[in-house]
Nanobody, 124 residues
Framework: QVTLVESGGGLVQAGGSLRLSCTASGRTFSNRGMAWFRQAPEKERGVVATITASGSNTAYADSVKGRFTISRDNAKNTVYLQMNSLKPEDTAVYYC?????????????????WGQGTQVTVSS
């Protein structure tokens, strides 16, 4: 059974930082692209950042460019999201996801495995 477990969420003041982690168990995903999505109340789940299987290519939503960094450690089967200069509008449940191949996509349909989500709340 495949399980993705996110951690690192919490409450932080605007301007602060958090580092999210997502560790997969049950199989290795070193040959799969991975991503972080987020969903705020009454909004659709949208992509935040994506990373290819090798980690050589990344992409970000315009709203987080220059503030967030996605990375991965394939030896640990873990993907990270470093979030700096957090804003209240970053408040959401953050989900990690594993793609169906080694590339990346902004489409939710491309990702077959999802974590349970971790809450990030940024106070003003």
């Amino acid at each position: 059974q495949v399980t993705l477990v996110e951690s690192g969420g919490g409450l932080v003041q605007a301007g602060g930082s958090l580092r999210l982690s997502c560790t997969a168990s049950g199989r290795t995903f070193s040959n799969r692209g991975m991503a972080w999505f987020r969903q705020a109340p009454e909004k659709e789940r949208g992509v935040v950042a994506t990373i290819t299987a090798s980690g050589s290519n990344t992409a970000y939503a315009d709203s987080v460019k220059g503030r967030f960094t996605i990375s991965r450690d394939n030896a640990k089967n873990t993907v990270y999201l470093q979030m700096n200069s957090l804003k209240p509008e970053d408040t959401a449940v953050y989900y990690c996801a594993v793609g169906n191949s080694g590339g990346i996509s902004n489409s939710r349909n491309y990702y077959g495995y999802w974590g349970q989500g971790t809450q990030v709340t940024v106070s003003s």
